[in-house]
């Protein structure tokens, strides 16, 4: 089974420009999440999507959006591109989800991520 | 302040050592606490997933968590050349979701 897959894997990009980052999941996978990484705050939540409903949002500006299609494959946009947007963008799917609670775990799988470089 | 703390390192052990990575934390609503491995170009992937306190074990892999302390720890035994990447604890106050708050990683070397 094909793992997680982003594109593209590597991006530069000028301030102002906007981007959209791709992400396929696993086949069958329903969820898909987004994250930020970065050297000084390592992974922040950026949104979950569950059946193309955005579930989940973390505390990023408007300028972050994301949407799912029926196929459960996902974007996610920056517009007006900061100097600080520049890090690796990592997408992951679940088939379901969410965690599932005390003793068993509905595992996501990430990608490889998009390193977006913002000059 | 932030709300997980992780020590960078990074952490250079000879082959064979036992490890101890930790992760403390301010939010006493996290329930869910997760340890995840992540090689350099690559993606994080799942080691451990604890709910609430105690321990967990899985091979050379054990996971700690305590509550009180707010104090989280990961163990690797027998520690490999293999084993040398970033180590990130994870935690979440509800199942249902996929908003993790992370700690920012541990540089793991293990020299042959």
């Known amino acids: 089974k094909a793992g997680v897959t982003q594109t593209p894997r590597y991006l530069i990009k000028t301030r102002g420009q906007q981007v959209t980052l791709s992400c396929s999941p696993i086949?069958?996978?329903?969820?898909v999440s987004w994250y930020q990484q970065t050297p000084g705050q390592g992974l922040q939540f950026l949104f979950e999507?569950?059946?193309?409903?955005?579930?989940n949002k973390g505390n990023f500006p408007g300028r972050f959006s994301g949407r799912q299609f029926s196929n459960s494959r996902s974007e996610m946009n920056v517009s007006t591109l900061e100097l600080g947007d520049s890090a690796l963008y990592l997408c992951?799917?679940?088939?379901?989800?969410?965690?599932?609670?005390?003793?068993?775990?509905?595992?996501?799988?990430f990608g490889p991520g998009t390193r977006l470089t913002v000059l | 302040q932030k709300e997980v703390e992780q020590d960078p390192g990074p952490l250079s052990v000879p082959e064979g050592a036992i490890v101890s990575l930790n992760c403390t934390y301010s939010?006493?609503?996290?329930?869910?606490f997760m340890w995840y491995r992540q090689y350099s170009r690559k993606g994080p992937e799942l080691l451990m997933y604890?709910?609430?306190?105690g321990n967990k074990e899985d091979g050379r892999f054990t996971a700690q968590v305590d509550k009180s302390s707010k104090y989280i720890s990961l163990f690797i035994r027998d520690s490999q050349p293999s084993d040398s990447a970033t180590y990130l604890c994870a935690m979440s106050e509800t199942s249902g979701t996929y908003k993790y708050i992370f700690g920012t990683g541990t540089r793991l070397k293990v020299l042959a």
């Open positions: 939010n006493s609503a996290f329930q869910y």
């Open positions: 992951a799917s679940s088939s379901m989800g969410g965690l599932a609670g005390q003793s068993s775990y509905n595992e996501q799988f």
């Open positions: 999507y569950f059946s193309e409903t955005q579930r």
């Open positions: 086949s069958g996978h329903r969820s």
């Open positions: 604890t709910y609430s306190s």
